[in-house]
């Protein structure tokens, strides 16, 4: 478990064990692959993905794996989240199943869409 806040993304994912590492670097290449144009960074001592403004944040506990997709990321996919311990803008994939990655990607891709249309609505109002 993480001790001092890391430095970079991979300082953080080299900070745990072989099982949880895997897990992340997972979620990590899902998130890259759904977002491309993002940019990572460590934020509230954990990863995170920038674009257009705050995107995502990952991270690692003893037994699931936090992920944050603000309240419209969990709102939109209610039913398919409704599995997992969720909170206002947390979900909580347990480290002992399967990462359900495809769903990572579509929560994403839809943060991606809302973060792109924010933009858009602040250059037409100026």
Do not use: C, W
Request: hydrophobic share 40%.
């Amino acid at each position: 478990m993480q001790e001092a806040k890391p430095e970079s993304v991979e300082e953080y994912i080299d900070s745990f064990d072989a099982v949880t590492k895997d897990i992340l670097l997972a979620v990590r290449k899902t998130i890259q692959s759904a977002a491309p144009d993002a940019t990572e960074k460590i934020s509230y001592g954990m990863p995170a993905f920038v674009y257009k403004g705050n995107l995502v944040y990952y991270a690692a506990y003893a037994k699931h794996i936090g992920f944050y997709a603000t309240p419209n990321g969990n709102e939109s996919f209610k039913k398919e989240l409704s599995k997992y311990k969720t909170g206002k803008g947390s979900i909580q994939f347990p480290i002992a199943e399967q990462m359900p990655l495809e769903l990572i990607k579509r929560i994403v891709a839809f943060r991606v869409r809302e973060n792109d249309a924010k933009a858009e609505a602040k250059k037409l109002r100026k």
